[in-house]
């Protein structure tokens, strides 16, 4: 029943619903209609219904509705841990997501002690690090940051990220100039002008580089117009 829930799982789209008589169907409520039956069509499997809340979580959180997307991932996260144990990648990775979910709500304190931990449980978990893991680096970083905690613990957890994000997305991907937009913030802080330039500089020409330069480009040349 999820996948027609999320066929259009958009949040600018608004349609004509297939199976509601030509009436708008709006995304909201097709995700509130996939979590009222949710717990009742799929009782019987308690890890089915720990991704599907999980998903309803993440969705909830892209468009902003951050009770309804924290009320799913804690149930998400709940039924993971009975189903799979605290030591697993299931949880780990729900509650990653659920702590990068509390960093965009701005409750820091939640957040990075989340994050934290989702971070450790992934580290004893992994052989090596994958794309997950880098971005719990970034949004603990973030956190950090955010929380007015030393710059130079966040420039590392963001150095720790980058290899991973490089490889995962590759060097002519936003999400890595995004990266070293960061760095370079972590390193006008600290003083290092040098640093900044460089990163600022990469990232630009990544921008450079892409069909459509997003919103961030303007902000890399503005932060390098200042230095």
């Not at 008589?21 to 995304?27: E, I, K, L, M, S």
């Not at 009782?43 to 991704?51: F, K, L």
């Not at 039924?79 to 729900?94: C, I, S, V, Y």
């Amino acid at each position: 029943f999820l996948q027609q829930a999320f066929a259009f799982a958009d949040p600018s789209w608004i349609s004509a619903s297939p199976n509601a008589g030509g009436r708008d169907a709006r995304v909201m409520d097709l995700l509130a209609s996939a979590g009222a039956r949710l717990d009742g069509e799929v009782r019987d499997d308690p890890e089915v219904r720990a991704v599907l809340h999980r998903t309803l979580g993440t969705t909830y959180g892209s468009l902003a509705d951050y009770r309804n997307a924290e009320a799913h991932l804690r149930a998400a996260l709940d039924l993971f841990r009975k189903t799979r144990g605290q030591n697993d990648l299931e949880t780990a990775t729900t509650l990653q997501q659920f702590g990068s979910l509390l960093l965009a709500e701005g409750k820091l304190p939640e957040a990075e002690q989340t994050l934290q931990s989702s971070l450790d449980l992934r580290r004893r978990l992994l052989a090596a690090p994958d794309y997950i893991l880098a971005t719990n680096l970034e949004d603990l970083a973030t956190t950090k940051l955010q929380r007015g905690e030393d710059p130079k613990q966040a420039l590392a957890l963001y150095r720790e990220a980058e290899p991973t994000l490089r490889t995962v997305l590759g060097p002519g991907h936003p999400g890595t100039a995004g990266l070293l937009n960061d760095i370079a913030s972590v390193y006008t802080r600290t003083g290092d002008v040098d640093q900044a330039v460089r990163s600022l500089r990469e990232a630009i020409a990544i921008y450079e580089r892409l069909p459509h330069p997003p919103y961030e480009y303007g902000v890399s040349l503005s932060n390098l117009s200042a230095m």
